[in-house]
């Protein structure tokens, strides 16, 4: 249990950071000077900011239901365990004047990724953060990771390995990918 609180604890920071970066007004130019650019995504802009003035950041505990994602050592679900980290940075968040925070899933049930990102933008969410527990081949392994990926697609080799090992997440729960 110590050591997830850790886990918990260092993620927290990261995603939190992650947050607050993406909606501090030198980025919020930035998305503003590139607004100009032709989006390629087939996904709808996301929406200004609401009435009340607040960013909304969309949470994504990543896996569920009959994707269990990584498994511990001890039997631990990932599933579960970025759940619980996905409250945890959604209770820390909402105590920032300008931050919203929603989350795709607040129970243990399976949705593809598409639908992930198609429930961000029926929100209008500003930020889309999936958050996932790693696994690795030793138990002694510890820290924490952050991975953006571009909308533009794939660009590494690390990029579209990860990327399709959560399409296969998906076709696992029987979504057409």
């Not at 607040?54 to 365990?81: F, N, R, T």
């Not at 820390?92 to 931050?99: E, F, K, N, V, Y």
């Not at 990724?113 to 961000?120: F, G, Q, S």
Request: net charge positive.
């Amino acid at each position: 249990m110590h050591l997830l609180k850790r886990l918990v604890h260092r993620r927290q920071l990261l995603l939190s950071g992650l947050a607050l970066a993406a909606l501090s007004p030198r980025a919020v130019q930035a998305k503003e000077q590139s607004a100009g650019l032709q989006n390629s995504s087939r996904h709808p802009r996301p929406a200004p900011p609401t009435k009340n003035g607040k960013h909304i950041v969309m949470l994504d505990p990543g896996h569920g239901g009959i994707d269990s994602g990584a498994v511990g050592e001890k039997g631990s679900e990932e599933k579960h365990i970025v759940l619980e980290i996905a409250g945890n940075v959604q209770r820390q968040l909402q105590s920032h004047p300008r931050i919203e925070v929603r989350l795709t899933r607040d129970s243990d049930h399976f949705i593809p990724l598409y639908k992930r990102v198609e429930i961000a933008h029926q929100h209008g969410a500003h930020l889309f953060m999936s958050i996932h527990a790693d696994g690795f081949t030793s138990p002694d392994a510890n820290g924490a990771s952050v991975f953006a990926l571009s909308n533009r697609g794939t660009s590494s080799s690390m990029a579209r390995y990860l990327s399709q090992r959560e399409n296969d997440a998906d076709k696992l729960g029987g979504a057409e990918v």
